[in-house]
């Protein structure tokens, strides 16, 4: 799924594209904002692949919202004026939409926007590792991951976010799969089909749930058996 955002600051014309992203099946609607302000902090926060924008907004007009941000997500700007349509592709927007806008023209620009996803995707799912660490794609980041600072890993549909033990969780475009397979078998396991845990941070077990603050992972049937190993052979009797 590309997770998206919708800004504008008409009601309607939000309520519009919010729809239409509903009703397609390789979107999904994860934030909608009357003004690009307040976008500007979600996207600092958050996992988002493609915005559609509006151009003639107050305050901060989309064009230069696009422009502020260093590491902006794939764009489709939505506008009512065409003089604004050679600026768009000048910052690398995917399409302009002119309103009012038809879901065939909104659909058109949306595939068009899905293939240069999957081809980033197929290119952008790769990673690094030495005996202690691993390099993670994470957007337009290479971000170097000590294996002794990870917690615990939650998969999130085509994402995997990383908990670590000071700094803030990092998201990356990553199947549970293909991390596991670049993780050392010694020090973590897969305990669900949603969570894969760094062995040596388990402090606490509760209940068939591994305790890491306040955040409560589940043990599965599937795993449940490798784990009690894992426990038997480093329990004291």
């Known amino acids: 799924m590309i997770r998206c955002i919708t800004i504008d600051d008409e009601p309607l014309a939000l309520k519009q594209i919010a729809s239409y992203i509903d009703k397609t099946p390789f979107l999904e609607l994860c934030g909608q904002f009357d003004n690009a302000i307040e976008a500007i902090d979600f996207i600092a926060n958050n996992a988002v692949d493609l915005m559609f924008v509006d151009i003639n907004m107050p305050d901060l007009n989309g064009m230069d919202f696009v422009k502020s941000l260093s590491n902006a997500p794939k764009v489709i700007f939505t506008t009512a004026y065409s003089e604004y349509a050679l600026e768009g592709f000048k910052v690398n927007a995917v399409d302009y939409l002119l309103k009012p806008i038809a879901y065939a023209d909104f659909l058109k620009a949306a595939s068009k926007a899905k293939d240069i996803y999957f081809s980033n ?6 990673i690094g590792h030495g005996d202690d660490f691993l390099f993670i794609k994470s957007e337009y980041k ?8 990870i917690k615990y890993i939650e998969g999130m549909r085509e994402y995997v976010r990383i908990y670590l033990d000071k700094d803030a969780p990092v998201m990356a475009l990553m199947s549970m799969k ?15 089909r949603s969570y894969i845990v760094n062995l040596n941070k388990i402090t606490c077990i ?12 589940p043990i599965s ?17």
């Open 121 to 126: 995707a197929n290119k952008s799912e790769s």
């Open 142 to 149: 290479v971000l170097r991951i000590n294996y002794s600072d």
């Open 178 to 192: 293909k991390i596991a397979d670049h993780l050392p078998e010694e020090q973590f396991m897969r305990v669900h």
């Open 206 to 217: 509760e209940r068939n749930r591994i305790v890491f603050d306040k955040t409560f992972i």
């Open 221 to 237: 049937d599937q795993y449940k058996e490798a784990f009690q190993i894992f426990l038997d052979e480093r329990f004291l009797k």
